[in-house]
């Protein structure tokens, strides 16, 4: 089939137009891609040093996360979870999703920073880099308009904004719609999926389902990622049967785990597909986010001698 999509895309021009929605989407990363290939860099090649300038760029606010929010022994542990998760790997990728970790993870360290102004800014800038971070954006929002009073309102506006950008993307550049790129993903190929949509049933999408759960039971990624928010939210229950609910919920490092466990599983729902690359960034700030519980935990267990 890729052998007959791929020669039926290089010979007929209007199938290739219908298949450039697919990467337009993407505006932002398109357009960094552009911008050094009018420099004179190599399209190919330009992707790739994107990826890899954008890996480099996250890792001191790793580092910052990691001295502001961590305890010395669970500091040293943020390297081997990095290189577990895949990080190294996204530097080489022709794909948006080393600039996807480099927007998460700059994203997570304002929201524990609690700078709220310039992260309101960037969540809707990164629907430009790949659309399905909405999946991110919005429950980290509604987690400000929770625990920020203050900032409410700014949660509230970027929360319109961003639905607008979404659906704006979409709209401009004729995306042809989730089911049809679910289709074109999980059953076939198509050459002309938008003057053509293919026709999604439940039983191609539960088998989709199944196929992903089978593949993400493989990865050692997912594995782990699993034992670190299956252990926050043990951090979470004990906690909230020692104070209440709305005092557990209230920790930063608690929210934004919510916030990594709402994104990976409501991704997967839409797209199964446990390809590290996608969740490389929730990953590394999920199990982020259970070292500083951790850290929190041994704070109060252990308070700082008074005087």
Known sequence: MHGSYRHAISEDSSAFKEQLPFY??????????????????????????????????????????????????????????????GVPDLGRLSTPDGLAFFAVVLAAYLYLKKRITPLVILLPMM??????????????????????????????????????????IGAYWSNAGWSTIFYCTFVERQTNPISVPPTLTAQQYFL?????????????????????????CYLVRNQAQRTSIVTALNSSAVSLSVVCLVFVVSHFVAFPLAWDRFFCAPYLIGAFCLLAMLTECSSTANPAPQG
């Open 24 to 85: 337009q989407i993407r505006p932002v990363y398109t357009g960094c891609v552009y911008i050094l290939y009018r420099t004179g860099i190599n399209i190919g090649f330009a992707t790739h040093i994107i990826s890899g300038i954008a890996v480099v760029a996250a890792l001191p606010f790793l580092y910052l996360m990691s001295v502001s929010f961590l305890a010395k022994p669970f500091i040293y542990a943020v390297p081997p979870l990095g290189l577990i998760f």
């Open 208 to 232: 989709a389902i199944v196929r992903g759960g089978v593949a993400s039971l493989l990865s050692k990624s997912f594995i782990l990622y699993v034992v670190a928010a299956g252990y926050s």
């Open 127 to 168: 629907l430009g880099i790949r659309t399905d971070l909405i999946l991110f954006a919005l429950p980290l929002l509604f987690s400000i308009f929770v625990c920020e009073r203050n900032s409410r309102w700014k949660a509230l506006l970027t929360m319109l904004v961003c639905v607008a950008i979404y659906f704006g």
